[in-house]
């Protein structure tokens, strides 16, 4: 028995293989056409049946263009945010060895410069590498210094690098008197939960001896390590009192270690690091957030004075072109033409 077809499928079949045909005769005329009637065919047949087609490809074709570009684009603003970031890099570590020549200067040759590397390991935050040594002179409990302050004191000494301790490791002492030398006391660092947290504390001082906010603190020379006169920090605030016996304060450090790229660090004894007393003049002391208030400062008035430059010029350049439009032209007989 034959297979069950409808009537209307067996038209549609009909029908399809009808089309089949007539497409394959004439793409086989189309075929033996002279090549001017094959371009106007061709050309007919973009603008009317495959033209939603082209459309949709050019379209796809400029969101690849589009996508390519935005790469490139996206690839060139990267390199450019690299090279600024790099920039502004140098550009503070050229304003650390600057300031760092200056007070190698007037400390004279008891000091030598080195650079700071830290390990950056868990449990070393306070220890960094200086590519010093023993052959340079270093010794163990030699100070590090930068341009603000005291940065910390050397560690281990070997012959061509040391180990330093910043003075926010809790180990860290320092014996320290106020700039006038009314008071006197001991400077410990106390380790904070974060980085940012350390502290830096002024503490013995005489009960009934005030010092009021702002006061900067040195070293006092004492001890056989540090000389005397090295800017350490400035009093912000009473920590803690203990009636009748001491005092001491809370300080704003000078230095902020993990900015320190650059130090110097002193060789020979005591003696010969002499009183740095007036290598600081007391003008001359600033903490990291002076310094910070004194660049934005100066930067803001290089932006304000360049904006002026700029005014001015645009007012030279219109006035002159007035002038221009507003002065007649004359002849010889004095006529305005």
Known sequence: MPPYTSEP????????????????????????????????????LRGTVLRPFLVTQETLAASRVRAVESTALQSRLDSLVATVMSTTTLGEENRQLRGLLSLASRMGPAYVAASVIRPGTPGSESMFLLDVGTEEGVRVNAPIISRFGLVGVVREAGPESSIGMDWTDPDFRASAMSLDGSASGLVLGRRGDFREQDELIFDGTRYHTRLVNGTDIVTSGLGGVFPRGIPIGRVGGLAEADAGWRKSYW??????????????????????????????????ILTLSDYLRLERAREDSLRALTDSVRALRELLRGSSGGEGAARPDTTDAGEVR
């Open 9 to 44: 499928e067996e038209r549609e079949g009909r029908r399809q293989i009808g089309t089949t045909v007539v497409f394959f005769l004439l793409a086989l005329l189309v075929t033996y056409l002279p090549p001017g009637p094959q371009q106007r065919i061709a050309a007919a």
């Open 251 to 284: 300080l704003e450090p000078m230095v902020d270690p993990g900015s320190v790229t650059h130090v110097l660090v002193a060789t020979g004894s005591l003696l010969d690091r002499g009183d740095l007393t007036a290598v600081w003049p007391p003008d001359s």
